[in-house]
């Protein structure tokens, strides 16, 4: 059974998950995507998460 975590990042990127790799610092685009959530429905943003 995958934690829902897991789950997220096996269904991939959509219209209510958004992976970003940020390591040292969040970059414009994590306040881009946090915004977007806002004014939508929410999601998942998984920072930290490099798929290639």
Do not use: P
Not at 10 to 22: L, M, N, S, T
Not at 31 to 52: I, K, Q
């Amino acid at each position: 059974m995958l934690t829902k975590i897991q789950q997220i990042i096996h269904d991939g990127e959509g219209i209510a998950a958004e992976f970003k790799r940020c390591t040292n610092k969040l970059t414009n685009s994590v306040y881009e995507t946090v915004s977007a959530f806002s004014n939508r429905y929410g999601g998942y943003l998984l920072l930290g998460v490099d798929l290639w």
